[in-house]
């Protein structure tokens, strides 16, 4: 080729490299989950501001007490990545992805799919490992790809790296399917998720770990099930701390009640004043309250900050009642002007209510022995 024409070629390949668009590539993809100062993008669902500080650019989690961060955004198809590490021996943690806005009846997770983070001191058995379990929980379902003959999903192959090392996850969920890579390689995967698109939350679980590097990276959406996309935000905040009673007053002394991690106890005594309020007041308020009855003569009074109180020996509910020693789920709000109330997705009531629902508390009054957990509220302006 005649040098003139050669450097035409080269000048025009220049001029088409400096014009073209800038393909992404997949890191420029990625977009932080944190931005290493607080909490912003995500919802405290069960947890207090004391169990999250970032530290170093790290997300500090204390494992306490056991509960969940969630993303305050849904999402559906996405790539996660994030790098771990456990700092004490036997450390528990997970990832929850496609879970609901809430913590399931009576426990302290979301309904979802668990990426389990779990320290390898912990030990491995038939029934779990240490190296990137993936399993549905509390009511999500999946259909595991090296399974044992339940739910869960087994890693092919062991990589984690015991405490203080970090460890690496990517975590690909599409569609309904999920997959993990620990340490740069797939070993585990499930199918046929539900639901498939809902929040992500990270768990505290009684150990302290360490987060860093978390990013998501938005694969594009596909049409979804209306059931197969999980409970979206409510506007439901936990009133209880899980640490300890603040925002609470007692009738008398708090001394018969006390706070057991997820779980807020009332011993019951014979000698025990069993009321116990939010010092906050709420309007048009909906709550959910998990209720666990200890003995047959206990009884638990809600209030609801209006007229209606529930009774939970009432006729109405008794029969929707789980036995004693498991846990109910209570629920009310105001709808069409009535104030409705649900007993484990019963519903037990719909009363008219006054215009504008007077503001209140949440009061809490048994007799005998009650664990009460998950207990939520939200108050706004307009009835749902």
């Known amino acids: 080729m005649p040098s003139h024409l050669r450097r035409l070629v080269i000048f025009t390949s220049v001029v ?12 420029d993809a990625f977009q932080p989950m944190f931005n290493g100062k607080d909490l912003s993008g995500w919802a405290l669902t069960n947890t207090p501001s004391e169990t999250w500080s970032f530290q170093d650019d790290m997300l500090v989690c204390t494992g306490a007490p056991i509960g969940e961060l969630r993303t305050e955004k849904m999402y559906q198809n996405f790539v996660m990545e994030l790098e771990w590490r456990h700092m004490v021996p036997r450390g ?33 058995s038939k029934g779990h490992t240490t190296h990137g379990d993936i399993f549905p929980i509390h009511g999500a379902t999946m259909t595991p790809v090296n399974g044992r ?25 599409r569609d309904g399917e999920i ?20 929040y992500i939350c990270l768990e505290s679980e009684g150990g302290v770990v360490h987060y860093r590097n978390v990013r998501i990276r938005e694969l594009p959406s596909t049409d979804v099930k209306a059931a197969h996309v999980a409970i979206a935000n409510r506007g439901y905040r936990s009133l209880y701390t899980g640490l300890n009673l603040d925002g609470w007053k007692a009738a008398g002394t708090d001394s018969h009640w006390q706070s057991k991690d997820w779980v807020l106890a009332f011993n019951g005594a014979a000698d025990a004043t069993g009321t116990l309020m939010t010092m ?12 666990r009855l200890k003995g047959k003569s206990s009884r638990t009074l ?33 709808r069409n002007g009535k104030r409705w109330v649900t007993v484990n997705g019963h519903q037990v009531s719909m009363a008219e209510t ?6 209140g508390a949440i009061t809490l009054s048994p007799t005998g022995p009650v664990d009460f957990c998950n207990i939520y509220a939200r108050s706004t302006d307009v009835a749902e």
Not at 280 to 289: A, D, L, P, Q, Y
Not at 303 to 322: F, V
């Open 179 to 198: 997959s993990l890579a620990v340490n740069g390689k797939v070993v585990t995967r499930g199918t046929d998720c539900v639901p498939r698109k809902g």
């Open 302 to 334: 809600i209030n609801s900050g209006s007229a209606e109180t529930i009774d939970l020996s009432d006729p109405q509910i008794a029969p929707h009642l789980a036995p004693v020693g498991r846990w109910n789920r209570v629920e009310s709000g105001i």
């Open 354 to 359: 006054a215009a504008g629902d007077s503001p």
């Open 149 to 173: 003959g339940g739910s869960r999903a087994f890693p092919t192959e062991n990589r984690s790296n015991p405490s203080p090392e970090w460890n690496h996850y990517r975590i690909e969920c």
């Open 280 to 291: 906050e007041s709420f309007k048009n308020i909906g709550f959910v309250v998990d209720v």
């Open 92 to 124: 528990n943690a997970g990832i929850f992805v496609w879970a609901d806005d809430i913590t399931s009846r009576g426990v302290p997770f979301h309904r979802g799919v668990e990426v389990q983070v779990l320290e390898n001191a912990y030990g491995n």
């Open 16 to 27: 088409v490299l400096f014009t073209l668009p800038r393909q992404l590539s997949a890191d």
